[in-house]
């Protein structure tokens, strides 16, 4: 039987190793992957410090992948109804195994909550197969949510943005942004990139950018940011009064938090006009807590504070359709600091965590 390396994540605080993994051939309704890129993200270096609950170890990381479909068994469209078979490049809805029968599915509409959810790379243990894609093949399972990429689109253009591309979308999608609306993003990592992106293409008035390192503050720039504040060369103050001085004293009309520190949230508030939104998406893992007031931050100011867990389907392929029709504009290709062997998994993780690269890729 042929075999397929991949990098293993065996257990918390242990560094990625390799492993060779029997490939299966594909059952019905099942399709079969040559990986392409997959990319590396923060979810996956809290996957090795242990910082996520409930994952399976091992696990075979790479939550956003596209690959080169080898073989597919009884599938010929993809989820869209657009033709798929052998040699063509896909890629895939991450969360899988929604139930479609539960509370959050049927009634509140929100699959992204399902119990029952299953995440490629993340959910998946190693012991299961090739169900991520820090490997040179992966396995669909019937009914993974698959997408023809557009021909106007190359692999770099959609693993340059990779998961924060599709939860910036949701992040914006969540605030409801207006036109003309000013809008502060926290965080310069790939999800606030994207959700200065969409911001800009959504008709956003004033955007500012929050963020470190220089290179991702440049970044914010060429994707729509009117300015981009330092944390280095700032404090708090600085910057909610240069917020401020940017919208009347009003402060902006939508904030998004991106950032996963804590510590942005009651700066957030700070900068925040009365009446405006909210919308934190940065916060996958726990990161600690911040003292907020109840009747400053959030009653007073008549604040509306949202919640954004990740993306369901719909952001993934409204993203998709939108990056066809302005690529130009979204250049997430250029998005990628380094591509990684799979031998070279670990220097990649240390690189994302060190924000040496802002998006590393595994290529194997």
Known sequence: MRTARAAVLAAPGRPAELREFPVPAPGPGEILLETLASEVCGTDVHLRDGRLARVPYPIIPGHVSVGRVV??????????????AAGSVVSFFDVHATCHSCYQCLVARQPNRCPSRRVYGITYSAEEGLLGGWAENILLLPGVRTVVLPGELSVDDLIGGGCGLFTGFAAVDRAEIRLGDSVVVQGVGPVGLAAIAFARISGAGAILAVGEPRARRDLARRLGADESLPLAETDADERVGRVHAATGGRGADVVIEASGNPQAVPEGFRTLRDG?????????TDAGSVPVNPHIDVNRKHADIRGQWGSEFHHWTRALDTLVRYRQRMPFADVIGRRYRLEEANDALDDVEALRVTKAVITP
Do not use: M, S, W
């Open 71 to 84: 073989e597919a068994n009884d599938v010929a469209r993809d989820a869209v109804g657009n033709p798929l």
């Open 276 to 284: 405006g939104r909210y919308v934190i998406v940065g916060h996958y």
